[in-house]
């Protein structure tokens, strides 16, 4: 497919190629930096989160109370990505970045606090905070497309977030070495892990501070009703459009199935064993293949790439609701469709995430297109939550097939935007 030719080099070149941002000499490390502060971010918070169920299930004695620590991880990270991309409109990535994994540090800290004082209010609003990194993480991948040009912005987003693989593998096995640690210091053993939470994300905040250049958008004053104004217009271009769906449909559809796999899994008699096993491959597909869609995002057009989100979604959902539901011999079940079905999950995911993705920040430069971000993530995390609450009614009442329709029913709005948007063939010609 022939691609639209543009400049050898973007507009503005730079430690941020952003043409919305002063103009420095290129300078590749700072994406060094920020694959870095990804990987630690990454190990931070898949070690909270492995046992932030556990942890609120005992300070709040009720099993009632486990979901809850996860919920509000997620409500955090939604309410904080906005405040996060707005300093960083003003003061540049360096500045939001360390923000957002400096507030996760402290969210980790209170978590321990809320420990030592069995008090759940507490315990919610530290994993609201240590949401805050999940925000920072994924503003990461925007700040990786502005250290690059126009025609790899998707490849570079697409390393940024394949980092978070490492971090997503080496966090859980640091729970139990993080367990005995809390226990030696006096903290209730799932508590410990917070401790590696709370040191990584301050390194990540280090990273940020002393790795990323001291670059602010060049339309830095502040500007009442920017990010609705920026919002709005993005969503009457149909290909802007297009990438707010897809990541905010994306990120919602995956979240409400990943969420209640395990309690499926548990309800048919497998082990925890076979669901660890499960869910490592859905992270590995949500994260190990995004370079390859960073590439064909950049080669062949971030419509397509959604487009290829889209069908995965559909066999993904169609293997999961046909999966057996019997138990098979000394409990251990049938996971294989499950696994299959879960790895396309993540696949989708990753495609819609990074087509997505490049398509919203092509759309607009400065302070503007960073609060754009803001606003997108903030809609995806959110968005997700609802989905995440949904989906527990929906297993008890429907099943597992009956959150795998919820699923689709959601990819229906995707589908749309799919049909309803132009076909832009590759990033250049939709920044042209």
Request: proline letters at 5%; one cysteine or more.
């Amino acid at each position: 497919m022939a691609r639209k030719e543009t400049d050898a080099r973007p507009a503005v070149t730079g430690a941020v190629g952003h043409p919305g941002f002063a103009e420095r000499e290129y300078a590749p490390a700072p994406l060094t930096w920020l694959v870095v502060a990804q990987l630690l971010s990454g190990i931070g918070i898949a070690s909270g989160v492995a046992v932030g169920g556990v942890l609120a299930e005992q300070v709040a004695g009720t099993a009632a109370a486990a979901g809850s620590a996860q919920t509000a991880s997620i409500i955090g990270a939604g309410l904080l990505a906005l405040p996060l991309s707005t300093l960083a409109s003003r003061y540049g990535r360096r500045g939001g970045l360390a923000a957002g994994f400096g507030l996760g540090a402290l969210g980790a800290v209170l978590v321990l606090l809320a420990t030592l004082g069995s008090q759940l209010w507490l315990l919610l609003l530290g994993m609201g905070l240590f949401g805050s990194a999940t925000a920072a993480g994924l503003q990461s991948r925007y700040a990786a497309g502005e250290l690059s040009r126009p025609q790899r912005r998707a490849t570079a987003m697409s390393v940024v977030i394949w980092s978070t693989t490492v971090g997503s593998v080496i966090g859980p096995n640091l729970s139990q070495p993080g367990s005995d640690l809390g226990e030696r210091l006096g903290i209730v053993a799932p508590g410990g892990p917070y401790l590696i939470s709370a040191v990584v994300f301050v390194l990540a905040a280090l990273v940020m501070l002393f790795g990323l250049p001291r670059v602010r958008p060049a339309d830095a004053a502040p500007v009442r009703g920017q990010t609705i104004g920026a919002l709005t217009a993005a969503l009457r271009e149909p290909g802007s459009r297009l990438g707010i769906v897809a990541v905010v449909t994306g990120h919602a559809m995956m979240v409400a199935v990943m969420v209640m796999t395990p309690v499926h899994m548990n309800h048919q008699g497998m082990s925890l064993v076979l669901v660890g096993l499960v869910i490592s491959i859905h992270i590995l597909g949500m994260y190990a293949a995004s370079p390859l869609f960073g590439a064909l995002t950049d080669r062949i057009g971030a419509r397509w790439v959604i487009g290829l989100g889209a069908i995965m979604f559909v066999l993904a959902f169609v293997l999961g609701a046909t999966a057996p539901e019997s138990a098979g011999h000394h409990g251990t079940g049938n996971p294989w469709q499950l696994m299959v079905a879960l790895s396309l999950l993540g696949l989708g995911w990753s495609a819609c995430l990074i087509g997505g993705s490049s398509m919203i920040a092509g759309a607009t430069t400065g302070s503007q297109g960073i609060r754009l971000q803001g606003a997108v993530d903030s809609a995806m995390s959110l968005i997700a939550a609802i989905g995440a609450a949904l989906s527990g009614p929906v297993l008890a009442v429907w099943g597992y097939a009956g959150v795998n329709v919820l699923g689709a029913v959601v990819l229906l709005g995707l589908v749309a935007a799919l049909i309803f948007s132009r076909s832009p063939r590759t990033i250049a010609e939709v920044r042209a």
